[in-house]
């Protein structure tokens, strides 16, 4: 497999799940802005919407989006419980985890991102962002990780839209900083980083 990434992008996500999978992949560094890869391709020949991450499959297949891909990663490795199986609503409760962090605090950061925010504009992201992380309070301070003690690809994905936070100066709560650091103590989550230069070996 080969996962395109920009560093400290959403990519980060998948690569955390590969990296806790033990899965073998390589890992190429893609501009998206200029759409070209470290290879020399054009990315838009690979993937037409021009965004990372992106999954190209041992068969050539292109999968997109992360929340689709962090479970596919994860349904490779069932061994990990990265992703719950079975009859039960497990799976549901992650797939809305995995919604939740991609509607309200992926799309709550973006705006941030932008060199054209107002200040008014700024100020009001940070106010919905604040809202949205109170609904996380509960979980995070029940249990270690978000469905439990178990890792899963849905704390991939929180990992790593919240570290979000100190580039863009989004004060977090207690609960949701212990956490990361939680997060970042998983050796997994360390070798991804250091891979895409976010951390010093």
């Known amino acids: 497999m080969k996962l395109f990434y920009s560093p400290g992008a959403c990519s980060l996500s998948p690569h955390i799940v590969l990296k806790e999978a033990g899965l073998p992949f390589t890992l ?4 998206v ?14 993937n037409p ?5 992106t999954l190209q499959l041992d068969n050539g ?8 891909i962090v ?3 994860a349904s490779l490795a069932p061994q990990k419980e990265m992703i719950p199986t079975g009859a039960g609503t497990e799976k549901f409760h992650q797939l809305e985890w995995l919604n939740f962090i991609s ?3 992926h799309k709550g950061f973006s705006p941030l991102f932008s060199p054209d925010i107002t200040p008014e504009i700024k100020t009001k992201s940070m106010e919905n962002l604040a809202k949205k992380f109170n609904y996380l309070e509960a979980p995070l301070t029940k249990s270690t990780y978000l469905m439990g003690e178990t890792f899963t ?14 580039y863009v100066q989004v004060p977090l ?5 212990a956490y990361l650091e939680r997060v970042a103590t998983r050796p997994a989550v360390k070798q991804a980083m250091e891979a895409e230069g976010l951390l010093k070996k």
């Open 33 to 46: 802005k200029n759409k070209t890869t470290e290879t020399g391709d054009n990315f838009l020949t690979i």
């Open 28 to 31: 190429i560094k893609t501009d």
């Open 103 to 105: 509607t309200e605090l």
């Open 173 to 177: 709560p207690k609960y949701l900083s």
């Open 71 to 73: 479970q596919y990663i």
């Open 153 to 166: 690809a849905a704390d991939a994905y929180l990992f790593t839209v919240c570290s979000w936070a100190n």
């Open 61 to 68: 297949e292109i999968l997109t989006e992360g929340v689709a």
């Open 49 to 53: 919407k021009g965004q990372v991450p």
